[in-house]
Structure formats: structure tokens, C-alpha cells
């Protein structure tokens, strides 16, 4: 089975930096794509970036603030987050294409105005 662990999420305040990690630990490879999502209270959950071998894809809201790595030789996705504004406020998920597709349990990260 193909476990994630997400792990940086927290409280900032608007205009600073987090970056998100993902440790990916089973059957996988640097083939299988990997990125996030993220859930904010009363919305639904939305893809904030992918990373494939085709490319890299982010949503409009992000674009621009937000980088996706990938440590292939860590098994660890990255998400860096500059000029976080409020609401940025959500839940993020890390995922992996294997497939089927595996989620980590999330990381909260808050934004304060």
C-alpha cells in the first residue's frame, strides 16, 4: 500500500511563506503523478497543483505564489507557498496516481488577515 504523510502546514499571517512536504513511503515511482488539493470550511475541495511527468499544473487563485517539487530520490512532493492570503485557509491534501490514487490525512494550514 502506498501511504502519505503530509507535514508544515500551520498559523501565518498574510504575506508569509509555508511550505508543505509530502513523504511518500510503498509502490511508487517518479512516473506516478503526484500533487495537492485543499479543502477551506463551506467549500469544496479543489486541486491547487500537479506534478507529472507531462508538466506542472496550477489553479488560477495560486498561480504565480505557489511552487510543486518533487525530490524523486526522497519520495517527497513540496509545496511552496508565498504571499499566503487568507483564503488560502484550508486543509491540504497530498495525492499519488498510482493507481489507484492515494491520499494523505491532510495539514492544516490558517491564514490570518
Known amino acids: 500500500q502506498v501511504q502519505l504523510v503530509e507535514s508544515g502546514g500551520g498559523l501565518v499571517q498574510a504575506g508569509g511563506s509555508l511550505r508543505l512536504s509530502c513523504a511518500a513511503s510503498?509502490?511508487?515511482?517518479?512516473?506516478?503523478?503526484m500533487g495537492w488539493h485543499r479543502q477551506a470550511p463551506g467549500k469544496e475541495r479543489e486541486l491547487v497543483a500537479t506534478?507529472?511527468?507531462?508538466?506542472?499544473k496550477y489553479a488560477d487563485s495560486v498561480k504565480g505564489r505557489f511552487t510543486i517539487s518533487r525530490d524523486n530520490a526522497k519520495n517527497t512532493a513540496y509545496l511552496q507557498m508565498n504571499s499566503l492570503k487568507p483564503e488560502d485557509t484550508a486543509v491540504y491534501y497530498c495525492?499519488?496516481?498510482?493507481?489507484?490514487?492515494?491520499w494523505g490525512r491532510g495539514t492544516q494550514v490558517t491564514v490570518s488577515s
Open positions: 495525492y499519488t496516481v498510482a493507481p489507484p490514487t492515494f
Open positions: 510503498g509502490s511508487i515511482s517518479s512516473f506516478n503523478p
Open positions: 506534478i507529472t511527468s507531462g508538466g506542472i
